[in-house]
């Protein structure tokens, strides 16, 4: 033991120099990354409010835009994603939106969030008509990102969870999209899984800042689709 502690203080000795600069960087990083954190959550809260309405109050948009989240492996819609879906459904059954844009993941043949998201609409009397996919909103980025730049949305009320409305608004804000929001709160219940989801948003406020500031593209772009336009068109 007391061969192997001198040999750590000589290790120390001859490398005290790169310890401490290591540990300046390190903990230099962290301020950092902590204040980035607090401006992005400052930046996403100021940029959403205003912007956030309960159902009952949303003003009219021709488009909700759903963003998607998990999907059973059964292609059931998980307990956030059909809250989420059941608002939007609302909305367009009491003459709120005229369609509706879900976006979400396809990763894969075998997991599929806008086509559950679709049958779910349409087993619920929603018009297949109306409903727009778009598989490539792969985060919440890209779907506000895609909204507009390849199915032509400039006006749509947002609808997710609460936790997740801010950032989602003000990107869709910040992207070209005059979003308003409406979020969900009946998934509370499941409480876990809500504290954890919540805690989450402070590192995406991170990303949606970073990404914004990047300018970077859509992981997947594409040719421009004319879904949202034939839905407002027929009817």
Request: charge should be positive; charged fraction near 25%.
């Amino acid at each position: 033991m007391r061969g192997r502690s001198g040999a750590v203080k000589r290790w120390y000795g001859e490398h005290r120099r790169f310890v401490r600069r290591t540990l300046l960087a390190l903990v230099a990083g962290a301020v950092l990354l902590t204040g980035g954190t607090v401006a992005s959550v400052t930046w996403v809260r100021g940029a959403a409010d205003g912007h956030l309405y309960s159902e009952a109050d949303v003003p009219d948009a021709p488009v909700a835009l759903v963003l998607g989240t998990r999907v059973d492996a059964d292609g059931t819609p998980s307990p956030f994603l059909a809250a989420r879906l059941e608002i939007a459904r609302r909305l367009f059954a009491g003459g709120k939106v005229r369609a509706i844009l879900v976006s979400g993941d396809n990763m894969n043949a075998d997991y599929n969030e806008p086509a559950a998201m679709l049958r779910w609409l349409v087993d619920r009397g929603v018009p297949a008509r109306k409903v727009v996919l778009d598989h490539a909103g792969f985060d919440t980025y890209d779907s506000c990102a895609r909204a507009e730049q390849i199915f032509g949305v400039t006006r749509a009320t947002v609808v997710t969870q609460s936790f997740h409305l801010p950032r989602a608004v003000a990107l869709c804000r910040r992207l070209g999209i005059d979003a308003r929001g409406v979020g969900d709160e009946t998934v509370k219940r499941y409480a876990q899984t809500w504290r954890v989801s919540s805690s989450r948003e402070h590192g995406a406020c991170l990303k949606a800042a970073l990404d914004l500031l990047s300018g970077r593209d859509p992981a997947h772009l594409g040719r421009r689709e004319t879904g949202i336009e034939d839905a407002l068109r027929n009817g």
